[in-house]
């Protein structure tokens, strides 16, 4: 352990592996087994529960508990384990929890941003570039797609899948499964359409917008998005539907219906 900077205040267990270059700030609770790689930083007050791995450059805010065991009354204290990819941002007071399976952990993908007072369950997977806005929770078994944005105080039900590059507007309550690349909103969520600005600052357009354009017209229509080119995104959408589904596909709004900014 070289470089390191643990303030003389925080109680860190001797089984944890701590990597070059942490910060571990007052009063901090580290308990083992658990690892910190390279760089990663914990504000005051953050509590590392065991079975937790924080990947090189992870930042952790104040008062977040992180690995605490699965709220589901079928665990039974076995080894499982919470892993956060490298440059993740965690704010104030987020809660992460541990899997219920051995074989797989629950998941934090590299380079997401977890606003204050966010929850992630047991067994989710939150692919990486992932944003959580303030007070977001996700029950267990949640699946949230790379570069999705949730906005603040939206619920997900558990088993709920939400596809790549979606926007979920605040405060909405998600039931069923969201298509990737779409913008939705409500109570209970529904489609509006595609999520424009944000396929646009990730380089989605041209011709490849133009495919997930005539893709969202016929699965609108109640029709499988067939005959289109051949784009990566299409690709995506496809094998996004063909996957098993627990919760079923989020309804479309009315054709008519327009966004409300």
């Not at 949640?142 to 507007?169: D, S």
């Amino acid at each position: 352990m070289t470089n390191l900077h643990i303030h003389p205040t925080a109680v860190v267990s001797p089984s944890a592996q701590i990597g070059a270059g942490v910060e571990i700030g007052p009063y901090c609770v580290v308990e083992g087994p658990c690892v910190l790689e390279a760089g990663v930083i914990l504000g005051a007050h953050v509590v590392i529960r065991p079975y937790v791995r924080l990947g090189a450059g992870v930042r952790v805010s104040s008062h977040a508990v992180l690995g605490g065991e699965p709220q589901d009354l079928s665990f039974k204290g076995q080894e499982t384990w919470l892993e956060v990819g490298e440059r993740t941002v965690i704010r104030e007071g987020v809660t992460l929890h541990r899997s219920t399976r051995e074989d797989r952990p629950t998941r934090i993908g590299a380079d997401c941003y977890l606003m204050a007072y966010s929850h992630v369950a047991h067994d989710c997977q939150v692919e990486d570039g992932v944003i959580l806005t303030n007070a977001v929770n996700l029950a267990g078994h949640v699946e949230v797609g790379e570069r999705a944005v949730l906005g603040g105080m939206t619920g997900v039900h558990q088993f709920v899948r939400i596809g790549a590059y979606a926007m979920v507007g605040g405060a909405s309550k998600v039931s069923k499964d969201i298509l990737p690349f779409a913008l939705v909103d409500g109570r209970p969520a529904r489609h509006y359409r595609l999520n424009t600005i944000g396929l646009r600052r990730n380089g989605i357009s041209g011709e490849r917008y133009k495919a997930l354009e005539q893709a969202f017209r016929l699965l609108r229509k109640g029709h499988r998005p067939e005959g289109l080119p051949q784009t990566e995104e299409v690709a995506q959408l496809r094998a996004f539907l063909e996957a098993p589904s627990k919760r079923g596909i989020a309804a479309f709004v009315h054709p008519d219906a327009r966004w409300e900014e």
